[in-house]
């Protein structure tokens, strides 16, 4: 049932006396019979003059708050009670006080005190509607002597009841529901130990140490770091930062030269403290007068090739004062003296290899360290040789004029990659074996051109950048270039018609000659068929005069005239004639006399 606890309570605390009229009054039945020659209940015979107490038809209705003037309604009501003289008769108003406690002294009233204690076992939640029918009640109770004292009585019995009444008008409204609680927090673990520490640089008063923050941090974070030191052979560690450090770097300053330092760090956050990280030897407070540092040639920087048996003679120099110690190691073990020869000396450190071998192969480390410094460099030596043969060979197709090839490469590869093949074939006539491809890359290939009805074996080189493999693989299987019918007609060609006539290429030229002096006549002539020449002289042909001699080679016709006399001049021609035709050309022919000289004449 609704209720509004302000107004309610200061109904209750102002009229008790009233709030208790309304009370449920099962009293009557269980009331008991009064005995023999005690007086009767005042329900039985109310006192002349008094109203009747309200029965209690109504039903109590819904609170309704109450107005803002309750304070007169309790004051007019005061001084009614007050009228009333005290009598035995006012028992009545006592029954229907159900609030007044069994103690309260009222001369023969059992039954109410009975009733009042049932009454004081009702509910709280009644009493709201009965403080708000309290002044009406009020008003309807007549202004006789015989209630005062009951209602004196009542008052201060409600007054005592008026801290529960106002306990039950407030009562606590719902409770709203509460969030889950949140589960606990996981416990604060501390970090993993650092990592990495070692020294960056030291002098005479300071050393610097530099690490790397904790594998694992956890949900409780890094707060910061610890540097702890102590004296070499003592267990005195002591913190010489005041505040936690946050970088991974520290200078520990204000030490004393020459002192062994122990140092460590401890990582520090909500959950305590690391385990400590410390320098796996202790540190000499002392300046380094000249750091190692390792000079590695340009050409050592990648890798050192080389092949099996040639002479390793590798020379790295280096700086450092005092003079560093030199240590070599081989793939992080130590060097094989037997194999292996080094020679140091205060600036530079010689490896050397007598007969190197594959086995020398792998990397070496050169370390020079002066006090806690060192410096590292390290070298590739590969020792490489020739390949072996491909794994295998096999034909894996024939057809045409072509064979198909595979293969798989080598087993041992000398210790380097394999940068090719050579592939040669040979004919089963003659054994001999010619290079088709070289230099290939791919692992098969087709061999083309192959002479019908032939029958042809392959085989394979390995390739490295040694060289070439010594030895081959030979496929077992043989291609055979099978003949297939094929009828051959030669093409038709039609024959050229080279016949031509006579024509002279180079014609005579006049020539002049002296008496006795030999001289000789040319020209070239070309036709076909071979034209036959004829000489003339004047017209009139040579034939066989032995003075001239007559000569055709190859389209070169010549007249020698042997001697020529005074009349040996004129008009010379030269005639070709076939079947298609004739052609003459000519030239003249002057024969001079020889000059006389003067006492000749005479």
């Not at 530099?210 to 070499?232: A, F, R």
């Not at 000396?345 to 806690?372: N, Q, W």
């Not at 019908?452 to 299987?477: H, L, P, Q, W």
């Amino acid at each position: 049932m609704p209720s509004k606890p302000a107004p309610i309570k200061k109904a209750a605390k102002k009229e008790p006396a009233k709030k208790e009229e309304k009370a449920p009054e099962p009293a009557p039945e269980v009331a008991p019979a009064p005995a023999e020659g005690e007086a009767a209940p005042a329900e039985a015979a109310p006192a002349e003059g008094e109203a009747p107490a309200a029965p209690p038809a109504e039903e109590p209705k819904a609170p309704t708050p109450p107005p803002a003037d309750a304070a007169p309604t309790d004051e007019a009501a005061a001084p009614v009670a007050a009228d009333q003289p005290a009598t035995d008769a006012a028992l009545p108003a006592t029954e229907e006080t159900p609030a007044a406690p069994a103690e309260a002294p009222v001369d023969a009233a059992a039954p109410a005190t009975e009733e009042t204690s049932a009454a004081t076992k009702a509910p709280a939640d009644a009493a709201a509607p009965v403080a708000e029918e309290t002044p009406a009640a009020a008003a309807e109770a007549p202004a006789d002597a015989t209630t005062a004292p009951a209602t004196e009585e009542a008052a201060p019995a409600a007054d005592s009841e008026a801290p529960a009444d106002a306990e039950a008008a407030e009562a606590p409204a719902p409770e709203e529901p509460k969030p889950p609680t949140p589960p606990p927090p996981p416990p604060k673990e501390p970090t993993s130990v650092p990592l990495d520490l070692f020294v960056e640089d030291k002098n005479d008063t300071s050393v610097t140490i530099i690490w790397s923050q904790p594998e694992t941090v956890g949900p409780s974070g890094l707060d910061g770091y610890t540097i702890e030191v102590c004296k070499d052979g003592t267990e005195d560690w002591k913190a010489v930062n005041e505040d936690l450090q946050k970088s991974c770097r520290y200078v520990i300053k204000n030490q004393t030269t020459g002192d062994r330092l122990k140092i460590r760090v401890v990582a520090v956050n909500a959950g305590g403290r690391s385990p400590p990280v410390t320098l796996p030897e202790a540190v000499l407070v002392k300046e380094v007068a000249d750091r190692p540092k390792v000079r590695l040639p340009r050409f050592l920087r990648q890798r050192y090739v080389a092949q099996v048996g040639a002479k390793i003679n590798l020379t790295i120099p280096f700086t450092g004062k005092p003079k560093p110690v030199v240590t070599w190691t081989k793939n992080g073990q130590p060097l094989d003296t037997k194999r292996v020869n080094i020679r140091s000396t205060d600036r530079d450190s010689i490896l050397f290899i007598r007969a190197s071998e594959r086995d020398d192969s792998g990397v070496y480390e050169m370390c020079v360290k002066v006090d806690d410094f060192e410096d590292k460099a390290s070298l590739i030596l590969q020792i490489v040789e020739l390949p072996g043969p491909p794994a295998s060979v096999k034909i894996v197709d024939t057809w045409g004029f072509n064979v198909a090839l595979e293969w798989t490469p080598p087993t041992d590869n000398g210790n380097t990659e394999i940068t090719g093949y050579t592939i040669q074939k040979a004919d089963k006539k003659t054994g001999d074996w010619f290079t088709v491809l070289e230099h290939y890359h791919r692992l098969n290939a087709t061999i083309s051109d192959l002479i019908m009805g032939n029958t042809y074996k392959f085989r394979v080189f390995s390739e490295n950048k040694c060289g070439i493999s010594n030895d081959a693989t030979v496929a077992k299987e043989e291609a055979k270039i099978t003949k297939t019918g094929i009828e051959y007609k030669p093409p038709e060609y039609k024959e050229h018609d080279f016949t031509e006539p006579p024509k002279f290429t180079t014609s005579l030229n006049d020539r002049a000659t002296t008496v006795g002096y030999s001289t000789k006549l040319l020209c070239s002539v070309r036709g076909c068929p071979k034209p036959k020449v004829t000489w003339m002289k004047n017209q009139m042909i040579i034939g066989d005069d032995p003075k001239f001699r007559q000569i055709c080679v190859q389209g070169i016709c010549s007249l020698e005239i042997r001697k020529p006399g005074n009349f040996d001049g004129g008009v010379y021609s030269c005639k070709a004639k076939n079947d298609h035709g004739e052609a003459t050309v000519s030239c003249k022919l002057e024969v001079k006399q020889p000059a006389v000289a003067d006492a000749d004449k005479k």
